[in-house]
């Protein structure tokens, strides 16, 4: 494992809303593991395959109401690990200040969005805040995101939505949400490179905690994406 693995940047645009991009950027990531991450392109091919042969509107509504609208997971990693708990809004506030020293552009979703965090490994200097990252919230985050694919989990899901009248139901996919398969390989990659445990600590602590943020650079508007 390097310490700025390139691959991380190469998956981050999976996990963005759809573009006509979408197709070529899978094939590229595809090509980048085939040979030293086996499992995980087992995994990929599977989400290739689906964005192949999907129109992009459908693709941008799949993606919606798999990490929006009714979500299956959010893409919000302190949320994934954290909930509502109040260590949610300290690691908001540290990957905003990580975020904003790297020079990362988080465009308009939060500093710890999955892609957003993806592009920020790279970046970083510090090799242990890298492992803690990899270890405490990119492998744990990704296998809670994976449990909600779950068939039975998505069957009560359903259930209690169809009874509430809210929005539309996506319709059942042949072979399943493919997003799992995209997150499957990704987390792949990771269960590889980082083997090692790491001893539990918290990471390190902002001077300031604001569980507020909105944007890598923007103001607080007290709104986080799980409230839209």
Do not use: W
């Not at 991009?21 to 087992?42: F, G």
């Not at 449990?147 to 059942?172: G, P, Y």
């Amino acid at each position: 494992m390097t310490l700025s693995n390139p691959l991380y940047l190469l998956f981050a645009p999976l996990f963005r809303y759809p573009s006509d991009k979408l197709r070529d950027q899978t094939r590229l990531v595809l090509n980048a593991i085939k040979t030293s991450y086996t499992e995980a392109a087992e995994s990929l091919r599977k989400f290739e395959e689906f964005v192949n042969r999907t129109p992009l509107d459908t693709m941008e509504e799949i993606y919606t109401k798999t990490f929006h609208i009714q979500a299956i997971c959010y893409l919000d990693l302190g949320y994934v690990i954290f909930g509502e708990d109040y260590k949610r809004g300290e690691f908001l506030a540290h990957m905003k200040r990580e975020q904003r020293e790297a020079g990362n552009d988080c465009g308009t979703d939060l500093p710890d969005n999955l892609s957003n965090i993806l592009t920020l490994m790279p970046l970083l200097a510090d090799k242990e805040l890298v492992e803690e990252l990899s270890l405490m919230i990119m492998i744990p985050g990704l296998r809670k995101m994976l449990q909600e694919f779950d068939s039975a989990k998505l069957r009560r899901k359903t259930e209690a939505i169809k009874k509430k009248h809210k929005a539309l139901i996506m319709e059942d996919l042949p072979d399943g949400n493919s997003y799992q398969f995209a997150l499957a390989a990704l987390l792949r990659v990771f269960e590889t490179d980082f083997k090692k445990p790491l001893a539990e600590k918290p990471l390190p602590k902002p001077p300031i905690i604001n569980p507020f943020v909105t944007s890598c650079g923007g103001p607080s508007t007290g709104i986080s994406s799980q409230s839209l």
